[in-house]
């Protein structure tokens, strides 16, 4: 099994900064792709950032330019750097990871619980 811990959120004022983190733990043969969803009230979850184990990138629209996912392999860990926050930005964050038990078993999505991000004066 994956477990994946979310840290990071907190409440920010408009235009402000946040990092948040998200360490895998547990027994596995390899992480592929990471990635950051967020999910604001009465919305569905949606995409923000994705980053593959060898390092390509992929945002949503409404936040190139702003964040910034990175991922550190020895750690297990992927970062989100959101900076000039706004208050569309308020959802709770969830880190996705995409990952193999064993050299023959399927790809399989674990979730972490969310963290949340709340952007307001």
């Known amino acids: 099994q994956v477990q994946l811990v979310e840290s990071g959120g907190g409440l920010v004022q408009p235009g402000g900064s946040l990092r948040l983190s998200c360490a895998a733990s547990g027994s596995f043969f390899s992480i592929y792709d990471m990635g950051w969803y967020r999910q604001a009230p009465g919305k569905e979850r949606e995409l923000v950032a994705i980053?593959?184990?060898?390092?390509?990138?992929n945002y949503a629209d409404s936040v190139k330019g702003r964040f910034t996912i990175s991922r550190d392999n020895a750690k297990n860990t992927v970062y989100l750097q959101m900076n000039s926050l706004k208050p569309e930005d308020t959802a709770d964050y969830y880190c996705?990871?995409?990952?193999?038990?064993?050299?023959?078993?399927?790809?399989?999505?674990?979730w972490g619980k969310g963290t949340l991000v709340t952007v307001s004066s």
């Open positions: 980053i593959s184990s060898s390092g390509n990138t």
């Open positions: 996705n990871a995409e990952t193999k038990i064993t050299l023959r078993s399927p790809r399989v999505p674990y």
